[in-house]
């Protein structure tokens, strides 16, 4: 485990990149999706958790409302595209041509948040705060993949 959120956060992020590298190689169709399944119990709690112990904090501040409601759309494009993904036939032509679109919408929206909005949050969440939502985040993740 990480020391703080962000750090938390980059290394799964860090994790996300480095299946996708792994997924879109993979000319193996059970490896490939067996690749796909762990991304999807890592990635789906990963959103969710954000969404619900991470964006509001910054969608009830004046300042970095709009950059969570965007954020908040990328996650919703990248959920309904991997859902797609999940119930779509991996020998399917598009399937991985539709893999490499989420995996450009993901490195779009990692490079967002790592870039603009951890530092706005580091400037607008005191330290105390920060700390609780890193629990809080952590726990609401486990609890998602349980219910998965
Ligand atoms: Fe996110």
Known sequence: MADNLFTQLHQEHQNFKMLFEQILEQKNVDAKVD???NLKKTLIPHMKSEEEV???????????????LEALEEHHVAE???MELSKSDPFMENWR???????????????????????AARDIIPQNRQN???TQYI???????KSM
Do not use: C, R, W
């Open 35 to 37: 690749l796909f399944n």
């Open 54 to 68: 991470f964006y509001p904090e910054l969608y009830n501040h004046g300042d970095t409302k709009e950059m969570s």
């Open 80 to 82: 309904t595209t991997l």
């Open 97 to 119: 041509p539709k893999a490499k679109v989420l995996s450009e919408i993901l490195n779009h929206h990692i490079e967002e948040e790592e870039s603009e909005i951890f530092n």
């Open 132 to 134: 609780e939502i890193y």
């Open 139 to 145: 726990q609401k993740k486990d609890e998602i993949l």
